[in-house]
């Protein structure tokens, strides 16, 4: 069986930026390579054409092109007739392609299509409350109805988007997953005295939010520290940088016991959240977010929002807790609760752990997506 990837990101040195979609795009296209399951993965809207191998898996690069009118339909169709020359020169047995902007809207492709939910930019425009481009909104609404089946990360996502669309469209849940191996829990000493949030900065992922919350908790705790990495943004609401704003709402301990590292490498990340006490994630805007795995993976006791998707991550009182993120004092009432009771945190991080093995590894989630891969394929062309 030969799957191929649609994607916009991709972890990689040779791609443009990535989040967290490319990342679970990562590990799963690794986690099927592992499956023996043959894996290209074509990513779009990059600076050249490319095209290599890399840890068992085929790259193909698509730049971006400019057309002096009707881009969206053009560079479109220059994709779907890069996918259908691959499909037949390579064997391509299916397409998986992502939800966001519809990039599969008005695209004949010449296997079985499938699109899986991470969250479109109508899904999040909704959860923020903010409005969305009529044509972003068309394109999605049309690339989902007209693709052969749909996978979805999490129920909450996949309720919500049918209700956004006006749908009744059945999805596969499957959710994100990360390879155990590389997140193994170490020996690392850690920091008594530190709060991590780990992510974009940026007002949908609750950090305006974490800035109040972290001035009740220095009120109590005097030497606690926030660190916090991740790619600032500009503020959609405000045209500003969103660090800035998180910046001008601590107060003046607060803004001495505050570090912020920027985006830095992977394995760093890794390393502070390792060397971390509790991990703060108070975000409003998620399909599955790959941040709470990676942190449960490693062991740690979360404190994260209590919004929708949480519940099928997150087990309140088990794995961390979960709190609406503007009830500030409630947020910072758990963080220091986690941070003065080390046993609490040491059986929290266990049961964390304990939960993404079960529910979240690639061992596990690559068996459930080829399962469903074979069953569309065997469907389709019956």
């Not at 002096?68 to 169709?77: A, E, T, V």
């Not at 704003?245 to 607060?254: E, M």
């Not at 979960?322 to 910072?332: D, L, R, S």
Request: aromatic letters at 10%.
């Amino acid at each position: 069986m030969h799957i191929a990837f649609l994607t916009p990101e991709y972890p990689h040195e040779k791609t443009n930026a990535s989040g967290g979609l490319g990342t679970s795009i990562r590990n799963l296209a690794e986690g099927l390579v592992k499956k023996e399951v043959k894996v290209s993965v074509v990513v779009y809207n990059q600076e050249v054409d490319d095209e290599f191998k890399d840890n068992g898996i085929d790259f193909y690069f698509l730049k971006f092109r400019k057309y002096k009118i009707g881009g969206w339909y053009f560079y479109r169709k220059y994709i779907q007739n890069q996918l259908n020359s691959l499909i037949k020169r390579k064997g391509i047995h299916l397409i998986e392609a992502t939800d966001w902007t519809g990039i599969t809207a008005f695209m004949n492709l010449s296997c079985p299509l499938v699109i899986r939910l991470n969250g479109t930019d109508a899904y999040f425009c909704n959860i923020e409350g903010r409005p969305q481009k009529f044509k972003n909104r068309f394109f999605e609404k049309n690339a989902l109805v007209n693709a052969h089946a749909l996978a979805s990360v999490s129920k909450f996502t996949a309720n919500r988007t049918n209700e956004i669309f006006g749908i009744d469209k059945e999805f596969q849940i499957i959710p994100n997953s990360i390879e155990l191996a590389k997140f193994s829990p170490s020996d690392i000493e850690t920091d008594s005295h530190c709060i991590l949030y780990f992510g974009t900065i940026i007002r949908k992922k609750g950090v305006l939010d974490l800035a109040h919350i972290f001035n009740k908790v220095v009120e109590r705790k005097p030497e606690v520290k926030l660190l916090m990495i991740g790619r600032d943004v500009i503020d959609v609401f405000e045209n500003r940088s969103t660090l800035q704003l998180f910046k001008d709402s601590l107060s003046d301990l607060a803004k001495k016991n505050f570090i912020y590292k920027g985006a830095i490498d992977y394995d760093e990340v890794k390393l502070e959240i390792e060397k971390s006490t509790v991990v703060a994630l108070p975000s409003y805007a998620e399909a599955l977010p790959m941040t709470w795995i990676e942190a449960m993976a490693l062991q740690k006791a979360l404190v994260t929002s209590d919004i929708g998707w949480a519940g099928e991550v997150m087990v309140n009182g088990v794995t961390g807790y979960t709190v609406y993120p503007k009830k500030h004092q409630e947020y910072a009432d758990k963080l220091l609760k986690l941070l003065s009771e080390p046993q609490l945190r040491i059986e929290m991080g266990s049961n964390a752990r304990k939960r993404v093995e079960k529910k979240f590894s690639s061992e596990i989630v690559s068996r459930q997506n080829i399962a469903f891969y074979k069953e569309i394929i065997k469907t389709v062309n019956s």
